[in-house]
């Protein structure tokens, strides 16, 4: 995750009331490796049918999600051992009718700190509050377009744009932070500076930009990726934009930590301040390092992005023992520098910072998923030289 506007002005919303001040000067210590934010996707089941979707999520679902008192179980284990964050995520979490059951235990915890990421669709007026009552500090609402019928074709079921937009009215009424999330694909990237308008306009706090990823149905739509020109402007707009909005909304980039480098290397003026981007970025994580995912069958993957992968199940492990640095299936991620060996990716100094990029779009398209991220375009001898920096090193 590249924090834009902190790393372009030093200023945070919704970021810096969960994690407190942080910056290229002050890099975060919200999360660490043992203690991870989790992304908990609770459920299969949605109501929408995304073109996209990570974990392939439809209506009805035949695998075996944990049950209401195994998910309370994992509740209360993440606030024993401290969890920095949990994102509540489905599919749609809302669809579970024991939804509130599962959250009780973490409901307005000082650890962890709780955020939905939702369709919008379910949020009413009651849910709303009730979300506010357990203590959410943050709702993100999937918006794809401003132009109702691009997202709800991208979403799956006409209505999806409307529904959302009443959802996040609802929460903003109700006193939670909201920001939306929107994948970006070749065909939505130039629509950037007007969604961030409108979310601006709509009170909105924070944007998440995530770069289309090739996991789940996403696996399918490869062609919908953005090019590297169309990646590299996107880069210098949103350094733009970022100083536009710094007072009132957040921008965020997922899913391409490449660009955080390149736009350290627009912004910094010398090594010395070059390297305190870096130290930032670093401090941010990744997939397996400060970051995990759990699966609505209990099993616990380096994060949503890497399906293929299980580090543990928890109906057979806890957590604080998934979680042990001695983790065979783990270390490969806390120490990722050691595996990546593309032809870029394999020999790039800031390999560690970047993680590769995204592993699930070298698999999709290179057939190893421990190759080189595609969508990568970052000259990084250039970059290094201009900063003094030994192309052999590892950041």
Same mark, same amino acid.
């Given at each position: 995750? &590249? ?8 200023k945070g919303t919704v970021s810096t009331r969960i994690k407190g001040h942080y910056g290229p000067r002050r890099p975060s210590s919200f999360s660490d490796i ?7 996707? &609770?459920?299969?089941?949605? $109501?929408? =049918?995304?073109?996209?979707?990570? &974990? ?8 075996? +999600? ?25 599919? #749609? ?8 059951? !599962?959250? #009780? /235990? ?5 650890? /962890? ?13 009651? @849910? ?23 997202? %709800?074709?991208?979403?799956? @079921? ?21 920001? !939306? ?25 924070? @944007? ?17 990726? /953005? ?44 090594? #010395? ?12 994580? $990744? ?6 995912? !759990? ?17 543990? $199940?928890? =109906? ?20 990722? +520098? ?10 790039? /100094?800031?390999? =560690? ?7 699930? =779009? ?6 190893? #998923? ?19 920096? %030994?192309?052999?090193? @590892?950041?």
């Amino acid at each position: 995750m &590249i924090p834009v506007t902190v790393m372009v002005t030093g200023k945070g919303t919704v970021s810096t009331r969960i994690k407190g001040h942080y910056g290229p000067r002050r890099p975060s210590s919200f999360s660490d490796i043992l203690r991870p934010i989790v992304f908990w996707n &609770i459920t299969y089941k949605c $109501n929408l =049918r995304c073109i996209h979707c990570y &974990i392939s999520a439809g209506q009805y679902s035949d695998r075996y +999600e944990l049950s209401t008192e195994e998910a309370i179980r994992v509740s209360e284990e993440m606030v024993k051992i401290g969890i920095p964050l949990v994102i509540l995520s489905g599919g #749609e979490p809302l669809v579970r009718d024991d939804f509130w059951k !599962i959250v #009780e /235990p973490l409901a307005n915890k000082k650890r /962890p700190k709780l955020s939905l990421s939702t369709n919008g669709t379910l949020i009413t007026r009651d @849910v709303a509050h009730q979300l506010a009552s357990y203590g959410f500090v943050y709702v993100g609402i999937s918006i794809d377009s401003i132009v109702p019928a691009r997202h %709800d074709y991208f979403r799956g @079921v006409k209505g999806a744009f409307e529904a959302a937009v009443r959802g996040i009215k609802n929460s903003l009424e109700a006193g939670i932070d909201v920001g !939306i999330r929107t994948t970006i694909t070749k065909f939505n990237v130039d629509e950037v500076p007007d969604i961030l308008k409108w979310a601006h306009d709509n009170g909105i706090r924070r @944007v998440s930009l995530y770069i289309l990823d090739t996991v789940g149905r996403g696996a399918f739509i490869k062609d919908l990726l /953005p090019s590297h020109e169309q990646l590299k402007k996107l880069a210098h707009m949103l350094i733009d934009e970022a100083r536009k909005y710094a007072d009132d909304m957040e921008i965020l980039v997922v899913r391409a930590q490449f660009l955080g480098i390149y736009m350290a290397s627009i912004l910094a003026k010398d090594k #010395e301040e070059f390297m305190q981007y870096i130290k930032m970025l670093d401090a941010q994580g $990744n997939c397996g390092r400060k970051s995990i995912s !759990i699966y609505p069958d209990g099993e616990v993957k380096p994060c949503q992005f890497i399906d293929w992968v299980s580090l543990g $199940n928890l =109906r057979e492990k806890t957590l604080s023992e998934i979680l042990r640095p001695d983790n065979k299936n783990l270390e490969p991620f806390i120490h990722i +520098e050691k595996y990546l060996r593309g032809t870029r990716c394999g020999q790039c /100094p800031f390999r =560690r910072i970047c993680g590769g990029g995204s592993r699930g =779009r070298a698999l999709a398209l290179t057939g190893d #998923e421990w190759g080189d991220d595609p969508l990568c375009f970052l000259d990084y001898t250039e970059i290094a030289k201009k900063y003094g920096i %030994d192309t052999g090193a @590892v950041l």
